[in-house]
T-cell receptor, first 114, second 110 residues
């Protein structure tokens, strides 16, 4: 149990396009989902906390208008990278709240912006 | 200062060796502590939680020293399959946001 999926697993796009990444909890309901970004040889950095039915909470330095988050149901959160640029190329990982102290991570999405 | 600090390594050890990783955290309000494992190009996976009393899971032993704000992970009889990056992770009090260290890379060799 406690499986989180992400789609797509990797994406290559041209600079200026928007990319949507989906995060789904497959066998449980997640009131809260988290979005992380990881650059090569760096740690996972929390970008935002996504709460079902309400606005996401963004970490300091993360542009909410560039990284649009929608959490419309208890099993789905989406992250849209708008007008992507090469510096947005990264590994994007979502997680969903399980128990009070456990988060279940998706397999990640590799984004390459040309 | 980073909120969670780790030696990035890499630690290159022979199979069967014992290896120890350390981690320090700066926020004394941190409430929960974990070690995660991350394989190359994969998501992090929970290895074990860390408690002040210390806890052991097979070949892995984790320890927390709240006074020194220090966390450790000991791997005994290391296997080739233990090669990965080990992430020290803390959870802030009153919430469920995780803060990750940059990780320590372990390479176990024949």
């Amino acid at each position: 149990g406690a499986v989180v999926s992400q789609h797509p697993s990797w994406v290559i796009c041209k600079s200026g396009t928007s990319v949507k990444i989906e995060c789904r909890s497959l066998d449980f309901q997640a009131t809260t989902m988290f979005w992380y970004r990881q650059f090569p040889k760096q740690s996972l950095m929390l970008m935002a906390t996504s709460n079902e039915g309400s606005k996401a909470t963004y970490e300091q330095g993360v542009e909410k208008d560039k990284f649009l988050i929608n959490h419309a149901s208890l099993t789905l959160s989406t992250l849209t990278v708008t007008s992507a640029h090469p510096e947005d190329s990264s590994f994007y990982i979502c997680s969903a709240d399980g128990t009070a102290e456990t988060q279940y991570f998706g397999p990640g999405t590799r984004l390459l912006v040309l | 200062r980073k909120e969670v600090e780790q030696d990035p390594g890499p630690f290159n050890v022979p199979e069967g060796a014992t290896v120890a990783f350390n981690c320090t955290y700066s926020n004394s309000a941190s409430q929960s502590f974990f070690w995660y494992r991350q394989d190359c190009r994969k998501e992090p996976k929970l290895l074990m939680s860390v408690y002040s009393s210390g806890n052991e899971d097979g070949r892995f032993t984790a320890q927390l020293n709240r006074a020194s704000q220090y966390i450790s992970l000991l791997i005994r009889d290391s296997k080739l399959s233990d090669s990965a990056t080990y992430l020290c992770v803390v959870n802030r009090r009153g919430g469920n946001k995780l803060t990750f260290g940059t990780g320590t890379q372990l390479k176990v060799e024949l």
